[in-house]
């Protein structure tokens, strides 16, 4: 069912308030839900409230958490999340990273000790409308498995980049380190559909085809992908003194405790290296020129980088964003959970 984007968002955070969590937080992890759904990032909007829900309702999550902002350098910082809600320290985060890369040109900061931070498209999206490069990376729980390895080591581990065009143009691209999102699997799952070779592996760590059989993804890429989910766990994980790799906390496996999780981000001023009109006309030239490429049989046009998103957000803000009617009845209810995460085996049938 189509709902509009400010319905939307006040349901989630209503039931987020409901849940536990203090209504400014709320409403920020509602922003950055409704952000995902308008882009048609479905796998970190609304259906996460449940699961949210159920973490901040047992515990798993500060409810009034101590941020600790500390500047380590001129362009470095440092905030402690005290194992708040991610998306309220990340965003946080990012703003001071702003600033910081206001007066020195770039920064660096580092999120530790957060809980999951959804889709990163919105952090960089804050960089790009404030006229700044942003880069944006984060562990997430063990899932994919390491190049040759039968076994899960790394999460899924995203990385997002953002900048700014001429006037209101930007660029943002936002993605997993994984073939597929873990989501793609349960979907495939639901509607008892096979999935194509390249996804996934068995127990074995042998390409599959069946969902059911699914016990960890592929890399982007292959050996690349591998390498790029590796840098993103040293930068977001290891740098901040956070556990790694297979000892990432899992989403589901205790919703009483903190997640311990880590982000980081990258600031740059265009204006600290070059002209900052010619760097947003050059990249507006970029979007452009990409759009007027030869298309190959079967494309209508060549999209830049996210371009599919935003085009997809521009419907959601004019007619509405698409929700899953079970969703939908969940948010519009008095249920705060159903007490189904808690312990879940993520490979599970
Ligand atoms: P995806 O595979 O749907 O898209 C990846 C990127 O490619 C996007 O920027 C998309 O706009 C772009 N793209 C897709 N088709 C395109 C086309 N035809 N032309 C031009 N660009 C195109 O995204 P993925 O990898 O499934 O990630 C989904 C979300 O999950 C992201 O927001 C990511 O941040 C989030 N995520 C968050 C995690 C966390 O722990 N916080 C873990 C993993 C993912």
């Known amino acids: 069912m189509k709902v509009n984007y400010d319905e939307l968002k006040d349901l989630m955070a ?13 409403e920020t992890v509602a922003d950055v839900l409704a952000h995902a759904d308008a882009r048609g990032i479905h796998s970190h909007g609304a259906m996460r409230v449940e699961y949210y829900a159920e973490r901040i309702a047992k515990g798993g999550v500060t409810i009034d958490p101590k941020f600790t902002f ?8 440092v905030l402690d999340a005290d194992n708040g809600v991610g998306h309220v320290a990340a965003k946080e985060a990012m703003e001071q990273a702003i600033e910081i890369a206001r007066e020195n040109g770039t920064a660096v900061v580092g999120i530790r000790r957060m809980g999951h931070s959804g889709a990163l498209s919105y952090y960089v999206q804050q960089a790009a409308e404030a006229g700044m490069v942003g880069i944006s990376m984060c562990q997430s729980d063990p899932m994919v498995v390491p190049f040759g390895g039968a076994e899960p080591y790394f999460g899924t581990n995203p990385i997002a980049f953002g900048a700014p065009g001429k006037a209101d143009d930007k660029i943002i691209i936002d993605m997993a380190t994984s073939i597929q999102a873990w989501g793609k699997i349960l979907h495939a799952r639901s509607k008892n559909e096979s999935i194509p070779d390249t996804w996934a592996v068995d127990k074995d760590g042998i390409p599959t085809t069946d969902p059911f059989k699914v016990n960890a993804l592929l890399p982007i890429a292959g050996p690349k992908g591998y390498g790029l989910m590796m840098m993103i766990d040293i930068l977001s994980g290891v740098l ?18 903190g997640r311990e999780l880590g982000q980081l981000h990258i600031v740059i001023d265009p204006g600290a290296f070059t002209s900052t009109d010619l760097f947003r006309e050059s990249i507006s030239s970029m979007m452009k020129e990409l759009n007027e490429v030869k298309p190959a049989p079967g494309f209508d046009q060549v999209l830049y980088p996210g371009q ?8 959601s803000m004019k007619n509405g964003i698409e929700i899953v ?11 705060i959970h159903n007490n189904q995460y808690d312990h879940k085996d993520p490979f599970a049938k």
């Open 325 to 335: 009617d079970d969703i939908l009845e969940y948010l519009r209810s008095d249920v």
């Open 14 to 26: 209503q039931k987020l308030t409901n849940a536990g969590l203090k209504p400014a937080h709320a």
């Open 308 to 315: 599919d998103a935003l085009m997809k957000e521009q419907e």
């Open 70 to 77: 500390t500047k380590t350098g001129t362009g470095t910082a």
């Open 240 to 257: 901040l003194g956070l556990p790694f790799g297979k000892h990432v906390s899992s989403m589901y496996h205790d919703l009483t405790a």
